[in-house]
């Protein structure tokens, strides 16, 4: 099964209005990151959160990461049509050897 | 910086084809590489990677095989193709040392 769930699956707002998306996974990390993907594209790299780290921002991002719940979640704010794309979180988990384990991914569509 | 390219962008093949996805990898040495297949709508599904020269590690059992005959070339290959090996292929390169992976545009298969 998958380490990491997002939530929701699929987001639509309007341009200017925060977006949140959510990340559950069930295994100690040694860290969490969030990459985008537009459509058809290779995935970038967003942020990375240590476990360690409580919070972290970088730009319009905001990301939280609470070990006790086992959960992360990606804030955008002041969104942009650019900003549509799909969202994945992926978990370096702790003895995982290197790997990332990636979640399914938030579908988010910022409309004008 | 270190730049990441995948050959061909698209490959349509019939069934019982044979396979060979290139990735290539310029700007750093010496990194771990790592071959993806995403399904329509979902997310990443890790399939080999590899720390070195010679060095693969498979994660899931299928009909696929993965190279690493350079430092900077990692080979996707199958010797007969099914229809469910169709979807996205994405190879990913970490730097030593680093926790972050950069990828590849990318290979779109469909097998028909």
Sequence with gaps: SQQGEEDPQALSIQEGENATMNCSYKTSINNLQWYRQNSGRGLVHLILIRSNEREKHSGRLRVTLDTSKKSSSLLITASRAADTASYFCATDLTGGGNKLTFGTGTQLKVEL | ?112
């Design chain 2, 1 to 112: 910086s270190q730049t990441i390219h995948q050959w061909p962008a698209t490959l349509v093949q019939p069934v019982g084809s044979p396979l060979s996805l290139e990735c290539t990898v310029e700007g750093t040495s010496n990194p771990n590489l790592y071959w993806y297949r995403q399904a329509a709508g979902r997310g990443l599904q890790l399939l080999f990677y590899s720390v070195g020269i010679g060095q693969i590690s498979s994660e899931v059992p299928q009909n696929l095989s993965a190279s690493r005959p350079q430092d900077r070339q990692f080979i996707l290959s199958s010797k007969k193709l099914l229809l469910s090996d169709s979807g996205f292929y994405l190879c990913a390169l970490r730097i030593w040392g680093t926790d972050t992976q950069y990828f590849g545009p990318g290979t779109r298969l469909t097998v028909l």
